[in-house]
């Protein structure tokens, strides 16, 4: 089977090993390491894997965001995407979940795939909505937190297994259909040096929202943002029994 | 199609009520839909903290079922029973047997078109986090995720960043659909309700996607995401088979086991137990770190827990920070004197 053109959806956000700062009610952006959002990494590489299995044909990154973005489409091609799509955005501007499905909307009824991969989640905004918003959209079936996906019926269909509550549970459903990718679903590789070089020749298409015809107006405002409560730790007990004790006493938890 | 219709008419619902009383806010126009989530005929605990979040908008709640027939009733009778839920609406189909998505979402939107609901509520758990978002974007409408307060009808507070941040959002769209953080809000009482119960009119779904099967962990102990009592193991309990220990210490203690990624990483457990930033993040009542070292990505995942202790042999852990109360002492012989002295 081939032809299956597979679309995946990346995000450059703040790298998941930085210790993120509050600065003036804003999270600290500037000068962080960023990189490509786990969850995407993982999107991607199924995607790829897909292709070397010879089940899709072609695998197409899309990321919405400001100009640096392109670092992380060029990622997604060093990985093996074939070719990619920025719609670009300016810096600093606050893109939505609901907007960003929108603009994946307009390229799916442009590029028209039969699989569109995105992580569950971004580590930065923490919604984990893109991906059912954007079914919502399409009225398209939607596989959440993926950790297996298998093709049937003649590769018609699509089955996804789900990482649910309490254990794992298996959809079927007919393609085209949206899956997120949840932390099981794969390892994702390294994009080699060779790979890297060989991924600056590949295309990289750029749009705007407004060759798209979507309203970035967000209809939720951020009106402020801090750091947690800090917590008051750094209490020791001497001894097993003392822990029990205050445990029981103090705390009232067992 | 949905999107025009549900915008349309609470735009002309607002509009209309606005326009017969100004300053107050009209209690008939606002109302709140909470939407439970059920297994195998038992409500899920998840049901009881998003009706408490629902409650607090000060609004009257419907509840809203989506049941295969067969376990209607017993869901229903229990939802009914609930504390503050004034309705409970149920629409039964087999559509609805496996919490479908694609199945749930439609009725959502048009139970809220129907009813006129302002705030529309579900649990941040797999099944809330599932239907939610679909039902807002044929509402047209920005989904709230992971709300941990609710500063009014149009205000909330949300963790971003895995917690690190706090951000306090203002929704400027009609119809509100927001996911709760079950931790953030107490459960709501399961008795002392004595709601009104009727069958929903909406017909449903055409089936979009089919259930096959499922695999649910056979285990009697709590799920992770809402135990009250977790035990995380790190790098530090040196093998898989230490976890054992581990466990013996949750049964005891009617909780259950996590780890760090560093334990996941060097194959001591799957990566369905790690507790973390791209893992679970839980908030229980007691977590208890063992050999785990305390890396910001871990602690991102657990530190909303009530009481934290840690067990470390190294007394700069950064652990010991967050910790509120710390054992420095070798888990090797510290965990099994703690289970063998914990009397329940």
Same mark, same amino acid.
Request: aromatic share 4%; net charge negative; glycine share 10%.
């Given at each position: 089977m081939s032809g299956l053109r597979v679309l995946v959806g990346v995000k450059r956000v703040v790298d998941y090993a930085v210790k993120i700062r509050v600065v003036g009610g804003k999270v600290e952006t500037a000068n962080v390491k960023h990189s490509m959002n786990p969850f995407d990494e993982i999107a991607i590489e199924e995607a790829v894997r897909l292709k070397e299995k010879k089940v899709a044909s072609e695998v197409i990154a899309l990321t919405v965001g400001p100009a640096k973005s392109q670092e992380t489409l060029r990622t997604a091609l060093a990985m093996g995407a074939d070719k990619a799509i920025h719609i670009e955005t300016a810096e600093g501007q606050d893109v939505q979940p609901l907007q960003v499905a929108k603009l994946f909307k307009a390229i799916i009824q442009k590029e028209s795939p039969g699989l569109v991969i995105l992580g569950?989640? !971004?580590? $930065? $905004?923490?919604?984990?909505q893109t991906g059912q918003l954007l079914a919502g959209l399409l009225n398209w079936p939607q596989g959440t937190f993926a950790s297996k996906i298998e093709f049937t019926d003649a590769a018609k269909k699509i089955l996804v297994t789900r990482e649910i509550d309490g254990g794992l549970e298996t959809l079927k459903a007919p393609l085209p259909a949206i899956v997120t990718a949840d932390l099981r679903l794969n390892e994702p590789r390294y994009a080699t040096l060779p790979n890297i070089m060989k991924a600056k020749k590949k295309p990289l298409e750029k749009l705007t929202p407004s060759d798209l015809g979507v309203? #970035? !107006?967000?209809?939720? &405002?951020? #009106?402020s943002i801090a750091e947690p409560a800090k917590r008051a730790g750094g209490k020791k007990v001497e001894s097993v029994d003392e822990l029990i004790s205050k445990l029981k006493n103090e705390a009232g938890v067992i | 199609m949905y999107r025009t219709v549900c915008s349309s008419l609470y735009q002309a619902r607002l509009a209309a009520n606005r326009s017969v009383i100004n #300053?107050?806010?009209?209690?008939?126009?606002k109302s709140t839909l909470v939407l439970i989530e059920h297994k195998n005929g038992k409500l899920s605990s998840s049901s009881f903290n998003a009706v408490t979040a629902a409650s607090q908008f000060g609004f009257p709640v419907t509840a809203l079922i989506a049941s295969s027939p067969s376990t209607a009733a017993a869901i229903a009778t229990q939802t009914a029973a609930i !504390?503050?839920?004034s309705k409970v609406v149920v629409a039964k189909s087999d559509v609805y047997a496996h919490d479908l998505a694609e199945m749930i979402a439609p009725l959502v939107v048009e139970t809220t078109k129907a009813g006129g609901f302002t705030h529309i509520i579900a649990a941040h758990t797999a099944f809330g986090k599932n239907v939610l978002p679909r039902a807002a974007a044929v509402c047209d409408a920005s989904p709230i995720s992971? /709300?941990?307060?609710?500063?009014? /009808?149009d205000t909330f507070k949300r963790p971003i960043y895995a917690g690190n941040a706090i951000a306090q959002v203002k929704s400027k769209d009609p119809v509100k659909f927001i996911t709760i953080r079950t931790t953030a809000f107490p459960a709501a009482a399961a008795s002392g309700g004595s709601a009104v119960s009727e069958d929903s009119t909406v017909a449903a779904a055409q089936p979009l996607a089919q259930w096959v099967s499922e695999e649910v !962990?056979?285990?009697?102990?709590?799920e992770l995401a809402s135990a009250k009592i977790v035990i995380g193991g790190g790098r530090?309990?040196?093998?898989? &088979?230490?976890?054992k220990m581990l466990y013996d210490l949750a049964d005891k203690l009617g909780g259950t086991v996590g780890a760090s990624r560093a334990a996941v990483d060097a194959g001591? /457990?799957?990566? $369905?137990l790690q507790i973390g930033q791209t893992g679970k993040i839980i908030a229980p009542e007691l977590y208890i770190a063992v050999g785990i070292s305390g890396a910001i990505q871990h602690l991102a995942g657990?530190?909303?827990?009530k009481t934290i202790v840690a067990i470390n042999k190294?007394?700069?852990?950064?652990?010991f920070q967050v910790s509120d109360y710390g054992l420095v002492a070798d888990l090797f012989k510290a965990i099994p004197e703690l289970t063998e002295k914990i009397s329940k």
């Open positions: 569950k989640q !971004a580590i $930065d $905004d923490d919604a984990g309203d #970035l !107006a967000p209809s939720i &405002e951020t #009106l | #300053l107050s806010i009209p209690k008939n126009y !504390a503050g839920v992971d /709300v941990i307060q609710i500063e009014g /009808v !962990a056979k285990s009697d102990r709590p530090g309990m040196k093998s898989g &088979e230490n976890f001591f /457990v799957g990566n $369905d657990m530190k909303d827990s190294d007394p700069e852990a950064p652990i």
